[in-house]
């Protein structure tokens, strides 16, 4: 008598293919996150691929078609992680401080400042999308990344630059915290930007010293400018779980549907 493909999800094999799988998931966020927040991007990369690789041939040891699955699943999830998340998600939180401070605080997550304004008048940009950089003396009217100096009250252009911020003009939302839109408004905090492959502020605060003869702090921070921290910080958290999750599911969906497809091992006696 035939037996169901669900009767084969009761052999141990399967089940402890997804307790590997999301054991490996976990690890290699415990393992890249960390190296993002320092701002070690390339590093992160290279841990992504070699943790994930090793993880995921593990994860599927049952069978040469589960770890390949393996083996493009995990580091795909290190990847993803490394090269989107742009803000530092895990940090001490600094302030209010003085804005000359700001370098003390080499690894807060989160600032809060005393007396600050974005120098909008003195903004550089970098078009990101072709990654050409805009003429001199012209700023790209969309598209790109922007930077401007985040100063006290009485700053002037011959002093340095003790903070920087950076925001994306490229189609997101009026509500997000990544637009200049935020830099007009009396805000006095910030959250640290992480750079990455496909956010290159970088450049657009080389433009905006280049363009404008300015001098940066040593240990300048580059920041997105924010209302609450915290709100954006735990957002950033909040997405980071659902890649994480979004990878645990996309394993246990392959392993169960492995286990029920893969053609049954043995006789299956017959009743008399």
């Known amino acids: ?6 009767s084969r999800l009761s052999h141990p094999a399967p089940w402890w293919a997804i307790a590997r799988g999301t054991a490996s998931v976990l690890i290699v966020a415990a393992v890249v996150v960390p190296i993002v927040c ?14 994930g690789l090793n993880l995921g041939l593990w994860s599927g040891r049952d069978s040469a078609v589960a770890s390949l699955a393996g083996a493009v699943l995990m580091p795909s999830i290190g990847l993803v992680i490394a090269i989107y998340s742009d803000v530092q998600m895990f940090g001490p939180d600094a302030g209010p401080i003085a804005l000359n401070e700001t370098s003390d605080h080499r690894y807060a997550a989160s600032f809060r400042f005393a007396d600050a304004r974005v120098a909008i008048e003195f903004t550089g940009a970098f ?22 100096p985040i100063v006290p009250f009485g700053w002037t252009p011959s002093d340095p630059v003790p903070a920087w911020a950076v925001a994306n003009v490229s189609g997101y939302g009026p509500r997000d915290f990544r637009t200049p839109r935020n830099w007009r408004l009396p805000f006095r905090g910030g959250v640290r930007y992480v750079f990455t492959l496909f956010s290159p ?9 280049e363009r404008y003869q300015l001098k940066t702090a040593n ?7 924010v209302e609450e921290p915290h709100s954006i910080i735990a957002d950033e958290r909040t997405f980071l779980a659902w890649i994480v999750f979004g990878g645990v599911m996309m394993w246990l969906l392959f392993a169960v549907g492995a286990a029920m497809l893969a053609p049954r091992m043995g006789r299956v006696a017959s009743s008399e």
């Open 38 to 51: 320092l701002g070690w991007t390339a590093l992160a990369i290279f841990a992504a691929v070699v943790v």
């Open 219 to 225: 240990g300048a921070p580059l920041l997105y400018w």
């Open 201 to 209: 502020a970088h450049s657009a605060v080389e433009r905006a010293v």
């Open 127 to 148: 078009a990101s999308g072709t990654l050409l950089v805009a003429p001199a003396g012209n700023i790209p009217p969309t598209g790109g990344w922007r930077a401007a």
């Open 1 to 6: 008598m035939p037996v169901s493909p669900l």
